[in-house]
């Protein structure tokens, strides 16, 4: 038997063997039993005869007497490791050692303290001794070895518990896409059997409306490797319905016992239907108090600045002969300031709320706001291209849509420095669909999307198209200006 415990080489005693029962010509190998830090033995009728120090110490037996004439189950356990019982488990090993010549296992041994010792042993049929069932056994301690094995096992088995019972789905694809691993959570989480989906495609089970980007980011692992970012993706379930999974891709095609991309996903659709919630009753208070605020303002501020328009307007007539030149240029001064009080406040109160929405719709209200603005700054082309006339819509996509594009007007204007703005609506049966065009300065959206403080506005745009389940659509480049096209099924 060979060992790696021993790694001192040892003062050799003399071997303990039975003389009577072997042969002169085996003498010669003494030197070479005394030397090795291998356990050597050797068996006649299953039982030891002939060993090395090594052999007892691997045992930690002092004396010899406790070795010879024993059989190799009397140092093992009751059973093996596979449950069967290690007299009868030896006596089958010996016997294909002795028919095929030799014969190499692994055996589970115990020393003097009742340690497990794990071994590899090779026996090997003595074939020149007539008529002597005569083995030559070496042994190896893997003790070391085995364990680390049994460890390794022990956390490859608890990390597959976590994988079975974990609610987040953990995929590994190749660099397509196709699916070569997945967890179990996928089919409590989606309602998938695992094995329908070995072998897809993962883009295949992506929202149409996600598909692009989720190729890119998956594109983009692929060529920089390492992880990427968590994104939320909508993905259809087995029921035909879409869920939102929040995602990461890591590339590891590194690591040959992977080689593949890891995909980790879980569920946050409940989380998104709350902020949804959550926002809605936010816009609506918010609305409310747009509301409220337009209407103090057009029939309370207003109504008064009016009224000192007005007799403002009448002294103008009055006093026109009857003032110094001077104390009348002050006075329409103030004229001309009161004007403007009125039209800003008219314009304040109109993006608040601007009541034409409620009674003609969205192309009308639109329609109003560019007067307004064409007024205040008459060199902006700014056009309104509509096939919708009269039609209405749900109160809250009337109000939503017409906030989007007010803020998208409002950003080409002030932030962009368009020149041109051009706003499309067409609608049929199924679906509205917006587009705002200028020709500003545009933007890097990826920077913007990064940049938590400057993207603060991108993302209050996002928030009011999930308010009315749209899709927005965003292109743009540094001084190519922008387009953004919203689409909303009815």
Known sequence: MMTNGITEKKTMEPVYFDESKISDEYLNFKELFNNSRDAISLIENEKYIYCNQSALDLFEIKTIDTYLNKAPSSFSPHYQLDGKISSEKAKEMMAIALQKGNHRFEWLHTNRNGENIYVEVLLTKISNLSNKRVLHSVCRDITKRRESEIKLKQREERFRNLFENSLEITCITNTKGFIKFITPAVTELMGYDIKELIGKNIFDY?????????????????????????????????????????????????????????????????????????????????????????????????????????????????????????????????????????????????????????????????????????????????????????????????????????????????????????????????????????????????????????????????????????????????????????????
Do not use: C, W
């Not at 017409?402 to 950003?411: G, K, M, V």
């Not at 200006?481 to 099924?489: E, K, P, Q, T, Y």
């Open 206 to 490: 992506i929202h149409e409306d996600n598909k692009n980007e989720a190729f890119k980011r998956f594109d983009k692992r692929r060529k920089e490797g390492g992880k990427g970012e968590y994104e939320i993706f909508q993905v259809k379930t087995k029921s035909g319905n879409y869920k939102h999974l929040r995602m990461i891709t890591s590339n590891h095609l590194n690591d040959s016992s992977i080689n593949g991309f890891v995909i980790n996903a879980h569920d946050v659709s409940e989380l998104i239907k709350a902020e949804k919630e959550k926002y809605i009753a936010i816009f609506d208070s918010k609305e409310n108090e747009r509301k409220r605020i337009s209407h103090d303002l057009h029939d309370g501020l207003g109504q008064t600045i009016a009224a000192a328009k007005m007799y403002l307007n009448y002294l103008d007539l009055e006093l026109a002969n009857q003032i110094d030149k001077e104390t009348y240029i002050t006075f329409k001064t103030a004229l001309n300031l009161v004007n403007e009080a009125t039209q800003e406040t008219r314009i304040i109160s109109h993006n608040f709320m601007p009541r034409a929405l409620k009674h003609y719709g969205l192309e009308k209200v639109l329609n109003d706001l560019i007067s307004t603005y064409q007024n205040i700054q008459p060199n902006k082309a700014i056009n309104l291209v509509s096939t919708i006339n009269e039609k209405r819509f749900k109160e809250r996509i009337e109000l939503t849509v017409f906030r989007i594009i007010q803020e998208l007007f409002s950003n080409a204007i002030k932030h962009a420095k368009s020149s041109k703005i051009m706003i499309k609506l067409e609608s049929d049966s199924t679906k509205l669909k917006v587009q705002v065009i200028d020709n500003g300065t545009g933007f890097d959206i990826d920077n913007i999307e990064k940049n938590k403080n400057s993207g603060i506005g991108l993302i209050s745009l996002k928030q009011r198209v999930n308010v009315i389940n749209g899709k927005l659509i965003i292109r743009s480049e540094k001084n190519k200006g922008s387009f953004f096209s919203l689409i909303v099924d009815l």
